[in-house]
């Protein structure tokens, strides 16, 4: 029965054999908004009453109201807003400029009109200060995922199982998949500040790669004597719908963004997956108690298919609410009973998004990080 390996092992393991490493990124400019609570005011106090917003998009990420607490508030059209008095005024009525949008101590407004509105509140004949409400409209100006360089068997002798990933054959290789794109705010919006761009993937594994005990080396253990030690290790299936990122609560690809209005390119995100090596070693006691150290090697026949999505959102800086604009899907397959080469394949064509993506609460670098044992074996020292 298989059991999760030992902390020495993993450690040993993680450093020696990557899972699904992928390449090349840049970074996003961040703005996070400042925190801090704010007091109850007056009618027609300077302080600010509540501004909360959320997508009302049934495949937005965090479609929930969150609190914009600076005086100017970002949302995209066709976004909800909830605009509350402070405690204590009753019935005001709420204006954007000299509109009246409606009557009560907290109303809900779908704003779909874009533009740039002072938004204030009148009850008891006093006028509250003015918060500013931007209502921004974007657009996809493209969105495009490439197949890049092909999978190939190690001409390694000793690795006769294990398929090499392009950009470990040879530097020039491209990586597997590239993306690329472009969000932009459309003509009649006003400026956005607060509004950045990026790719959330989502991964799907299901593998059978093993690496078997291959090589013994006596460190100075004396041949003859016998060692126990486990048969195999395998690694973890990456279950559907999980957020392909490397750490918990980090939704975007790479953890890569851009402003509106500015490229992604292929040069700047890709993706690899697959193995950096093919082999790796651990050590144990022979029973004179000497050291043994055991090489275990990808040469057994093994299969892998990897399936993905990948959406092009738009997202709040400050509140992390995420919106899909486009997406598209994409794989990799390989079975080492055939020769190969191997290469990814886009499926179908880019499309509006339809799909919620997968929050990264549940992310692919949890399960890259999980090692499985085989049966314990006893062999003698070669």
Avoid at 47 to 65: C, G, H, R, T
């Amino acid at each position: 029965m298989s059991k999760f390996c030992n902390a020495i092992i993993c450690a040993i393991l993680a450093c020696t054999i990557t899972v699904g490493l992928h390449t090349g990124c840049t970074s996003g400019v961040k703005n996070p908004g400042a925190k801090g609570g704010m007091a109850t005011p007056k009618p027609g106090s300077s302080q600010p009453f509540l501004l909360e917003a959320k997508p009302n998009s049934a495949i937005a990420l965090l479609d929930v109201y969150k609190t914009q607490e600076s005086n100017t508030v970002e949302v995209l059209k066709g976004w909800k807003v909830k605009y509350t008095a402070p405690q204590g005024v009753n019935d005001p009525e709420w204006f954007q400029g000299a509109n009246s949008i409606g009557t009560g101590s907290s109303i809900e407004h779908p704003e779909d009109t874009v533009g740039s509105f002072s938004v204030t509140y009148k009850a008891g004949g006093v006028t509250s200060a003015a918060r500013t409400l931007v209502v921004g409209a974007v657009q996809s100006d493209s969105f495009s995922l490439t197949p890049g360089g092909s999978y190939k068997k190690s001409t390694d002798p000793k690795l006769p199982h294990f398929v090499q990933r392009p950009v470990d054959q040879d530097p020039v290789l491209l990586p597997a998949l590239l993306m690329a794109g472009r969000v932009s705010k459309t003509a009649p919006s006003p400026e956005l500040t607060k509004f950045y761009w990026g790719f959330i993937q989502s991964i799907e594994l299901t593998q059978n790669v093993r690496l078997y005990a291959d090589e013994f080396s006596p460190t100075p253990g004396t041949k003859g004597v016998s060692v126990i030690h486990t048969e195999y290790f395998s690694y973890s299936n990456i279950p559907p719908g999980t957020n392909d990122a490397t750490a918990r609560g980090t939704q975007l690809y790479h953890n890569v963004s851009a402003n509106l209005g500015s490229s992604i390119t292929g040069n700047n995100l890709n993706d690899t997956p697959g193995w950096r090596k093919g082999d790796g070693t651990i050590t144990r006691m022979d029973n004179t108690g000497q050291p043994v150290t055991i090489k275990f090697r990808m040469n057994q026949p093994n299969t892998a298919s990897y399936s993905f999505k990948v959406w092009q959102v738009v997202y709040h800086d400050t509140t992390k609410q995420y919106v899909p604009l486009k997406q598209q899907s994409w794989k990799l397959e390989w079975d080492t009973n055939q020769n190969g080469p191997w290469s990814t394949q886009v499926i179908g064509s880019a499309a509006d998004a339809t799909t919620i993506p997968p929050d990264a609460t549940n992310y692919s670098g949890y399960y890259l990080g999980l090692i499985y044992e085989g049966p314990n074996v006893t062999r003698k020292i070669p």
